[in-house]
């Protein structure tokens, strides 16, 4: 399901889909879905989904298949703090960590990161009023879905 | 690093395909290798274990990336098994995926590094055995290395001697950590068979071995053992010419493995300065080390350097020459380089080809 707006009034035009049911990615959990041509990795954070592209930019693996981590830092040597649990990824090769929430790495923000979607969760009932339309999803009224804006 | 590179065009030449140096081949089973022990050493394993460098059987001294102690982690096969132990999901994998023509099997169980050098010898020739059986026969795109042990030069040897005529093993292979640096006269027997038959050595960097892997010993940490690999590829290649290997056996081949390519000028150039102010102290050094190093060796390229400038690549590539590097992805381990990303800059048209593939085909007389 999709539909077409552009709330800002400007730009490319773009598009929400409707991509998983909620119930399909538990906590923790990926999906890798695809729209318009664009593969892209649906994370489930502690009930929050994020959507960033599928493909490390280091060297082309897929996200999806990462593992979901804490961030560890140390302020000094001997004391390690854990925090922000399960919100970044680590690529499945080369261990590069990416913030689930804006798809910029740790190591190099500026300069390796990857695309991050906007991602809403609706009611069934909403989207069937409109203004989408189904395309992969049978959309039903009592389920909640994932909306990805491209 | 620098900017995002994935969208830069594809090094690989997909028309030709591509040689991949270094793919590791898995058991399926822990006692998989067993099935090609004789009788006397099926009961030995069984009964004592194949005792080697690594503390305990089954792991690593620096176990890392776990589970899987450093695959990556879309490489388990659908059909079960531990990563690389699936013919049919290596093909897809990696040979499919990543247009491999030709990929060079580098075994890493423990044949050359047993303490117990009979059993060494026998695991080698089961390690041979498997790699045909499992692989090069069913694959013909999968090439095996002749497992040696290589502190029984005898028993090495005749290892190679049987192999002889068997076109599917396109080198022989030992570790770098030696019971004595790489140079020393206790191997050359190995290095004038190697020459006789003109196959390559190929020694690949080692997890374990029988020496520590730094010269003050076991680091603390895997971050540091992991480019610890360089240091003794280093060690290789300066006793080898140090001790006169090259003069005694000058059209022996020695490609290093994983082992980084950067530190090959600097060290050029510091051997040669040397040279020239110390040379009678090795007489039987004829000729500029840097001189030995352009026609020995090769180096394969994963774990790809990453300068602080993608562009200086092209210097270190000058340097060492673009006819010295051959691609290898090192599948399927966690540092594993897609032929289709890993270079981060472009490459001239020839170098690209010579690197990813006309280098090994030469090399290993593949065809």
Known sequence: MSAQTNPAGRGRQKGRHVVARVDEIADGASKLVHVEGRAIALFNVKGEFFAIANRCPHEGADLCKGKIVALIESDEPGVVRLSRHGELVRCPWHGWEFDIRTGKSWCDPTRTRVKSYDVAVESGARLVEGPYEAEVYKVAVEDRYVVIEV | ?367
């Not at chain 2, 394969?300 to 590097?325: F, K, M, S, V």
Request: a negative charge; charged letters at 25%.
């Open chain 2, 1 to 367: 690093m620098e900017a995002p590179v994935i969208e830069r065009p594809q090094q690989a030449d997909q028309q030709l395909g591509v040689v991949d140096c270094d793919v590791h081949p898995a058991f399926s089973t822990p006692t998989e290798l067993a099935n090609y022990l004789p009788a006397r050493w099926k009961a030995h394993v069984r009964d004592y274990a194949a005792r080697s460098g690594n503390p305990l059987l089954g792991t690593l001294p620096y176990p890392r990336i776990s589970p899987g102690n450093g695959m990556r982690r879309d490489s388990w096969p659908p059909n079960g098994g531990p990563p690389a132990s699936d013919l049919d999901f290596l093909r897809e994998q990696l040979l499919e995926e990543c247009n491999i023509e030709f990929g060079i099997l580098q075994p890493l169980a423990a044949g050359s590094m047993a303490f117990n050098q009979e059993l060494g010898a026998a695991l080698c020739t089961a390690i041979n055995d498997w790699q045909i059986d499992k692989w090069a026969e069913p694959e013909p795109r999968l090439r095996a290395s002749i497992c040696i042990p290589q502190e029984d030069v005898k028993a090495s040897i005749a290892e190679i001697e049987s192999r002889i005529g068997d076109n599917r093993f396109v080198q022989i292979a030992m570790p770098p950590r030696t019971l004595e640096p790489a140079g020393r006269k206790r191997y050359w027997p190995i290095y004038e068979v190697a020459q006789h038959y003109d196959l390559p050595i190929g020694l690949h960097t080692g997890a374990f071995g029988y020496r520590p892997n730094t010269p003050a010993g076991w680091s603390s940490f895997y971050i540091e053992e992991h480019f610890a690999a360089s240091n003794s590829l280093q060690t290789v290649m300066a006793s080898m010419i140090m001790e006169g290997a090259f003069e005694a056996f000058p059209k022996l081949k020695i490609v290093l493995v994983e082992g980084g390519f950067s530190w090959v000028p600097s060290l050029g150039w510091r051997m040669d300065r040397e040279w020239k102010r110390m040379r009678d102290e090795v007489p039987h050094v004829k000729r500029l080390p840097s001189e030995y190093m352009r026609e020995n060796f090769w180096y394969t390229t994963q774990p790809i350097e990453e300068p602080e400038h993608n562009r200086h690549l092209y210097d270190i590539l000058r340097w060492i020459g673009a006819d010295r590097l051959m691609f290898s992805t090192d599948y399927p381990h966690w540092d594993f380089d897609d032929p289709r990303y890993a270079f981060k800059v472009p490459l001239e048209p020839a170098e690209k080809s010579a690197i990813f593939r006309d280098n090994a085909i030469s090399l290993f007389k593949l065809s």
